[in-house]
């Protein structure tokens, strides 16, 4: 993502913080080092591992609160994820 302003104001609007050190730390390690595809919640629980050093709530929090995989799922199972990427 080109636009990282853009982006932060999204983490920060879905994430519902405007701390700018959390959301600078999420870029960094979701937007920069990559986003896996599809994205299953498995991707929330290493973001929750790196909160817990700064977010004391995420220690107890499980990726499953945060995401409905079963949209991802059904998408990937049918192959449509795939064509997608397939397209670039």
């Known amino acids: 993502m080109k636009d990282k302003a853009f982006a932060m104001k999204t983490m920060g609007k879905y994430f519902r913080t405007d701390d700018r050190e959390v959301l600078e730390e999420t870029y ?35 990726p499953e609160e945060f995401a409905d995989s079963r949209l991802v799922k059904e998408l990937d199972q049918s192959g449509f994820i795939k064509s997608v990427l397939a397209g670039k």
């Open 28 to 62: 960094e390690m979701v937007i920069k080092n990559g986003f896996n595809v599809p994205p299953y919640p498995a991707g929330i629980a290493s973001l929750l591992l790196e909160l817990e050093k700064t977010v004391p709530k995420a220690k107890t929090a499980k």
